[in-house]
């Protein structure tokens, strides 16, 4: 067969999970993957059990139901959503739809990689631009913008942490507005942000060249389920509707999602958690002459290690402990790791693995 050149090109890009390790075991105790602290909620289990017998119906393919749902939680209007099987397939399907070879592109890094990927694989010429906090470099990463291009950002930012207050991404937007090029955000982690509000999804119905990405996987704790949403303007939304593939999210996901949204202070909850849990692998993990840990603001912390990324992770796993080692993410080397908040047993058994080594 003769491939396209992006297509023969095309590398799939690593991430974190048991199953990103040879031998995964449910023994492991995962930080590799940054889900809810909480796990999906019992009523949510319950829900999907109650509708095991759905199985054997084909699921709604416009996810009418959940888009409702959404825009309830939301805000915004259900035409102005898009439901994907996981928040990575609408990445995937944005770059089909509005990217070509001709197509700009500028991404922040450090970041997730699936947006490079994902631009790459339709031809679009990608550009970076390092920076540990896009906040110190903004006026010089505005001035880089490419026109009739995209720009890629994702608040707060993985894996490093750092969060973009909403009058700096409205200077981005409308700088990029007048360039003609489009803004994707990913807002994937926003909402397990503690004490701040920085979520813009709102604009969407100002700024037409705005997409945001939001993940119900992360959020609700859904990571088996794949299930996430995009938000932007009704032109957008429906060319996305109208090119994802039939079915692409099933059922018991959708019931699930509805569910997770339905319920009171979930996030509250999980969000006094993190807070709580990030300040004490903060503290103690810095006191340990091995490491150093940005301040992150959501659930995860990126970790600069003296030790050897790859080492590391393969010490901890005698141990039952599985990290996410960072030196596949562009910008960063094999002295970077990435660790989940999750709870306190959980996390002091991460301190006195790391303590022992």
Not at 88 to 97: G, S, W
Not at 159 to 187: H, M, Q, R, S
Request: net charge positive.
């Amino acid at each position: 067969m003769k491939l396209n050149i992006a297509i023969s090109s095309h590398k799939p890009v690593s991430h974190g999970g048991l199953y990103s390790i040879a031998n995964p075991s449910q023994d492991i105790l995962d930080f590799s993957s940054n889900i809810n602290p909480l796990g999906p909620n019992p009523k949510v289990l319950k829900t999907i059990k109650n509708h095991l017998s759905t199985l054997k119906i084909y699921p709604d393919s416009e996810s009418l139901e959940l888009r409702k749902n959404l825009q309830n939680y939301t805000k915004i209007a259900s035409s102005q959503i898009v439901i994907g099987n996981g928040a990575t397939e609408i990445i995937y399907n944005f770059c089909k739809a509005f990217l070509s070879n001709k197509t700009p592109i500028l991404i922040p890094i450090p970041t997730f990689g699936e947006y490079e990927a994902a631009a790459k694989i339709v031809g679009a010429k990608v550009e970076f631009y390092k920076t540990m906090d896009l906040n110190k470099d903004l006026d010089d990463f505005i001035s880089k913008l490419p026109n009739n291009g995209c720009v890629f950002i994702c608040n707060p930012n993985n894996p490093v942490g750092y969060l973009i207050p909403k009058n700096y991404l409205k200077k981005i937007i409308i700088a990029a507005n007048k360039k003609n090029t489009l803004i994707f955000l990913d807002e994937c982690f926003i909402e397990l942000v503690p004490d701040y509000d920085e979520s813009i999804i709102t604009f969407v119905k100002k700024y037409t060249n705005l997409f945001i990405l939001r993940s119900l996987t992360k959020s609700f704790g859904l990571a088996g389920l794949r299930i996430g949403y995009g938000i932007g303007g009704k032109k957008q939304i429906l060319v996305l509707n109208n090119i994802k593939i039939p079915w692409n999210v099933s059922g018991l996901a959708q019931y699930a999602a509805s569910s997770a949204l339905s319920i009171p202070n979930y996030l509250d909850n999980a969000k006094k958690i993190i807070q709580k849990e990030s300040n004490y692998l903060k503290n103690n993990i810095s006191k340990l002459k091995n490491f150093d840990c940005y301040d992150s603001v959501t659930n995860f912390i990126l970790i600069k290690s003296k030790l050897k990324s790859t080492n590391l992770q393969k010490k901890l796993l005698k141990k039952n402990i599985l990290i996410r080692d960072c030196s596949n993410f562009r910008g960063l080397d094999n002295h970077y790791i990435r660790i989940a908040v999750k709870t306190r047993k959980e996390n002091q058994r991460l301190v006195h693995a790391l303590e022992e080594l």
